[in-house]
């Protein structure tokens, strides 16, 4: 399923460049994320079908998103981290989430099935801080005790470039550590105590795949397409929890959106006994004031049509639609925020 949506990404990316600069009346132009990439392009492959109205969306990364929104190269920017408040406020910018993932720990241990290890924050970040060395470290058999874990070294698998995913796992580990926090600290690229590298998502997948003995974080797609064994985690509640749909849905269903500024939350060790401590959305951002109100409109329009008719495409490909009440707050948000250059409101 990946392997076929990055094929369609791939089509559509080719689509996309080659008429990027040629934006017709209801065309609209994005860029950013690349976590995201492949269902906004299956949105916008089924928004074609259904309206006949063309987005193209490049895959540039989040830091590339928010500076062509804020140069005005793009109708909508995309990033996996928020926009913090006051860099919103400076550049006139509304951001709401569109889509949300979960991060996963994956292990390569013989005889240890899907879903079998349980793993805690504080646990995961003392392998990750090279504490923990065995695999029948008395911690994790504590947490294992009807697990036969193997006194067999752990290999430590983390990304080696930049991402939006180290940064939900690095975040996750420094609201349940500590140590990690003061040591280490959260970032999309950090100095990490130890382990080895891959390259995005797949590179941690497919070592983790290779070495016995392993543990890596992947997003939860990579983790099912590849079918490695994923473990639960304690979550804040202290309920072991699988990484699913439903437990993904329950962090956000939890979050307080309302307070957050641009409804930039990190969804990471949320409350609930059914929510997935490593969770994340990623965001759009738009002008509030639209200097092309209708390229603003046509913008909303998409992503109204995507949260009501994409869930099913979003299930499939291992995403999370947002919850109804979220999508309720981010349509009144929209009405009351972004405006033409005369003050009306760009969505009805």
């Known amino acids: ?24 009346a209801a065309d609209i132009t994005g860029a950013g994320a690349s976590f995201p990439y492949p269902i906004y392009a299956k949105w916008a492959s089924d928004y074609k079908a259904a309206t006949g109205n ?7 990364g989040s830091g590339g998103g ?43 241990i013989d005889g240890v099935k899907p879903g079998q290890l349980k793993f805690s924050g504080e646990v995961l970040a003392n392998i990750y801080l090279g504490k923990i060395k065995k695999w029948n470290d008395p911690a994790i058999v504590a947490l ?33 550590s500590a140590d990690w926090k003061s040591s280490v600290g959260e970032g999309k690229s950090v100095k990490w105590p130890a382990g080895q590298g891959g390259k ?6 497919n070592y983790v795949k290779q070495l016995s003995g392993s543990i890596g974080y992947v997003e939860y797609a990579y983790a099912k397409q590849n079918a490695l064994s994923h473990g639960s985690v304690q979550n804040k509640d202290g309920k072991f929890v699988q990484p699913e749909e439903a437990t993904f849905a329950a962090a956000a269903a939890n979050a307080d959106w309302k307070s957050a500024p641009g409804m930039g939350v990190i969804l990471n060790n ?44 979003a299930s499939a490909m ?13 349509r009144a948000q929209w009405k009351s925020e972004i405006k033409d250059t005369a003050g009306k409101a760009v969505y009805q």
């Not at 995005?200 to 997948?205: D, F, L, S, T």
């Not at 291992?318 to 981010?330: F, G, M, N, R, S």
């Open 144 to 176: 294992n005790s009807d697990v036969k874990l193997p006194a067999q070294d752990i290999v430590v698998i983390h990304r080696s470039d930049g991402s939006g995913t180290t940064f939900g796992w690095t975040n996750y580990l420094a609201r349940v």
């Open 1 to 24: 399923m990946l392997k076929k949506a990055f094929q369609q990404v791939s089509i559509s990316l080719a689509l996309g460049v080659a008429s990027f600069g040629v934006v017709h």
């Open 200 to 205: 995005g998502n797949e590179g941690v997948a």
């Open 54 to 60: 063309t987005v193209n969306y490049q895959s540039i």
């Open 270 to 313: 949320e409350p609930g006994a059914t929510s997935w401590p490593i969770t994340s959305a990623t965001f759009i951002l738009v002008h509030k004031v639209q200097d092309k109100p209708t390229q603003g409109a046509e913008v909303l329009k998409f992503f109204d049509w995507a949260f009501k008719g994409g869930k099913a495409s």
């Open 66 to 108: 928010q500076k062509q929104i804020i140069a005005k190269t793009v109708d909508f920017g995309a990033s996996d981290d928020p926009m913090p408040a006051a860099d919103l406020e400076k550049n006139g910018l509304l951001q709401f989430p569109a889509v949300i993932g979960g991060i996963v720990p994956v292990v390569n």
């Open 318 to 330: 291992d995403y999370v639609a947002l919850p109804d009440e979220v999508t309720t707050q981010i």
